[in-house]
């Protein structure tokens, strides 16, 4: 019995399938290995590439930084060594914008850009890009504050890919399988069961539209847990997670700021929410302290004063996370605090109160940990939609190791998102019977 047979089409099919799958992988950009080294006078670092590549590389303060970017990239460089005085205290990288992953090396000291450079490939060794520095004072970085090196133009990949868009992925009927967060953490099956709420038994006319933003990403990683879990791993986890049982309700469409490992500046999450006039917006976070025996869940409302000085740290260092990407949202605090008096930016401010207040109620009676004074308020610039109901979840604290590992468990995801679509059933029900929506 002939069990098959080739003829002249089938073999050349087959050797360019062979021929894609071999050659495709090669093609794309790799930083295989990152060196770092002393010479007299400054540091090099050298950044082995699988070819040749256009790259910047500038240095930001507050905290001291070089950045690196270049066309998207993957990442092979395994453990790298820092030798001591090198003033390199950590090295990460992530996806920044579309068509541009970025490497953030956090520095001790202001340092100035001397030279940056590639080497062609030659004699067995790789392509490399070899950029040295050297310590500066504080006024001797001001100077040179805003230098580039490189080739590659802040605009040049942008346009070359779609705009980044969040988009809403409607749940396949009867959808059991399990799907893996990109840590590779596995979220649950779905069980109808878990989806049922106390709440919204009344009849409802419309499907309230939920924003869902998973905090930190790509190259912001966020807070890093005493497992060393990431907290950008944790909150789109957790995200996925909370979107999944509030779909499974029927009662609401939710969108995903982001569904998976990309860097997205603050004042993007909160314009894909007021862009999809969203009823409700909530923000997913894991804390980070000094003190490794605090934890508890914590509710961030928008304030003009933080309501402590631990509150007021915490909402500067999120804010923050924007400069990472030398985007410095500091100069639309004006802008905001005129918004912030109208009295529909305050009838939002205390809709969103009510919300909190909401959640803490039914994470308590549902068994999650919460902190003595919950409720708190800071100046979080993804709160600061004036016509969008706003918090911030602060799940827990990465920097508790029993809370981090919790965090890091999708029974225990799924137990706190299901505290919060309570709370959210709860919400809509009070502001339905009141006419607030």
């Given at each position: 019995?002939?069990?098959?047979?080739?003829?002249?089409?089938?073999?050349?099919?087959?050797?360019?399938?062979?021929?894609?799958?071999?050659?495709?992988?090669?093609?794309?950009?790799?930083?295989?290995?990152?060196?770092?080294?002393?010479?007299?006078?400054?540091?090099?670092?050298?950044?082995?590439?699988?070819?040749?590549?256009?790259?910047?590389?500038?240095?930001?303060?507050?905290?001291?930084?070089?950045?690196?970017?270049?066309?998207?990239?993957?990442?092979?460089?395994?453990?790298?060594?820092?030798?001591?005085?090198?003033?390199?205290?950590?090295?990460?990288?992530?996806?920044?914008?579309?068509?541009?992953?970025?490497?953030?090396?956090?520095?001790?000291?202001?340092?100035?850009?001397?030279?940056?450079?590639?080497?062609?490939?030659?004699?067995?060794?790789?392509?490399?890009?070899?950029?040295?520095?050297?310590?500066?004072?504080?006024?001797?970085?001001?100077?040179?504050?805003?230098?580039?090196?490189?080739?590659?133009?802040?605009?040049?990949?942008?346009?070359?890919?779609?705009?980044?868009?969040?988009?809403?992925?409607?749940?396949?009927?009867?959808?059991?399988?399990?799907?893996?967060?990109?840590?590779?953490?596995?979220?649950?099956?779905?069980?109808?069961?878990?989806?049922?709420?106390?709440?919204?038994?009344?009849?409802?006319?419309?499907?309230?539209?939920?924003?869902?933003?998973?905090?930190?990403?790509?190259?912001?990683?966020?807070?890093?847990?005493?497992?060393?879990?990431f907290e950008k791993h944790i909150a789109l986890a957790m995200a996925?997670?909370?979107?999944?049982?509030?779909?499974?309700?029927?009662?609401?469409?939710?969108?995903?700021?982001?569904?998976?490992?990309?860097?997205?500046?603050?004042?993007?999450?909160?314009?894909?929410?007021?862009?999809?006039?969203?009823?409700?917006?909530?923000?997913?976070?894991?804390?980070?302290?000094?003190?490794?025996?605090?934890?508890?869940?914590?509710?961030?409302?928008?304030?003009?004063?933080?309501?402590?000085?631990?509150?007021?740290?915490?909402?500067?260092?999120?804010?923050?996370?924007?400069?990472?990407?030398?985007?410095?949202?500091?100069?639309?605090?004006?802008?905001?605090?005129?918004?912030?008096?109208?009295?529909?930016?305050?009838?939002?401010?205390?809709?969103?109160?009510?919300?909190?207040?909401?959640?803490?109620?039914?994470?308590?009676?549902?068994?999650?940990?919460?902190?003595?004074?919950?409720?708190?308020?800071?100046?979080?610039a993804v709160l600061k939609a004036p016509d969008i109901p706003s918090?911030?979840?602060?799940?827990?604290?990465?920097?508790?190791?029993?809370?981090?590992?919790?965090?890091?468990?999708?029974?225990?995801?799924?137990?706190?998102?299901?505290?919060?679509?309570?709370?959210?059933?709860?919400?809509?029900?009070?502001?339905?019977?009141?006419?607030?929506?």
């Amino acid at each position: 019995m002939k069990l098959c047979c080739y003829n002249k089409f089938t073999i050349p099919v087959f050797l360019l399938l062979l021929m894609f799958f071999t050659i495709t992988p090669a093609q794309a950009l790799t930083v295989q290995d990152v060196r770092i080294g002393l010479h007299p006078g400054n540091t090099r670092v050298v950044l082995e590439l699988s070819e040749a590549s256009p790259f910047r590389a500038f240095v930001l303060d507050n905290p001291w930084r070089l950045v690196v970017d270049m066309p998207t990239f993957g990442w092979q460089a395994g453990q790298i060594s820092r030798p001591a005085g090198s003033l390199i205290k950590t090295i990460r990288q992530g996806a920044l914008d579309p068509g541009i992953s970025r490497v953030v090396i956090d520095l001790e000291e202001p340092v100035s850009l001397q030279k940056a450079f590639l080497i062609k490939k030659d004699g067995g060794k790789p392509d490399r890009l070899v950029i040295d520095f050297k310590q500066t004072s504080a006024a001797g970085f001001a100077l040179e504050k805003g230098k580039s090196l490189g080739n590659l133009k802040a605009e040049g990949f942008r346009n070359e890919t779609p705009p980044l868009v969040a988009t809403v992925t409607p749940p396949l009927p009867n959808q059991q399988q399990t799907k893996q967060a990109s840590t590779g953490m596995a979220l649950p099956q779905k069980k109808p069961s878990e989806s049922a709420s106390p709440y919204s038994h009344a009849p409802q006319e419309k499907k309230y539209f939920i924003v869902i933003d998973a905090g930190h990403g790509g190259v912001d990683p966020g807070a890093i847990g005493a497992n060393g879990v990431f907290e950008k791993h944790i909150a789109l986890a957790m995200a996925k997670e909370l979107k999944q049982i509030l779909e499974d309700t029927g009662r609401y469409k939710v969108l995903l700021t982001r569904d998976r490992d990309v860097y997205l500046r603050l004042f993007q999450r909160v314009e894909i929410a007021r862009s999809h006039s969203a009823d409700l917006f909530i923000s997913l976070h894991a804390d980070s302290i000094g003190k490794g025996n605090v934890r508890g869940a914590s509710i961030y409302t928008l304030s003009e004063k933080a309501s402590d000085e631990q509150t007021a740290r915490l909402a500067d260092r999120e804010n923050k996370a924007d400069i990472i990407a030398g985007i410095d949202i500091s100069h639309e605090d004006k802008q905001v605090a005129d918004i912030l008096i109208d009295i529909a930016m305050r009838d939002t401010m205390n809709q969103s109160k009510f919300f909190a207040n909401t959640i803490i109620e039914t994470m308590g009676h549902g068994g999650i940990n919460i902190l003595e004074k919950p409720h708190r308020s800071a100046g979080f610039a993804v709160l600061k939609a004036p016509d969008i109901p706003s918090v911030l979840i602060e799940m827990g604290f990465m920097s508790n190791k029993s809370e981090a590992q919790l965090l890091s468990e999708p029974s225990y995801r799924r137990k706190v998102a299901r505290t919060i679509v309570q709370g959210i059933d709860a919400y809509f029900e009070k502001a339905r019977r009141n006419n607030r929506i």
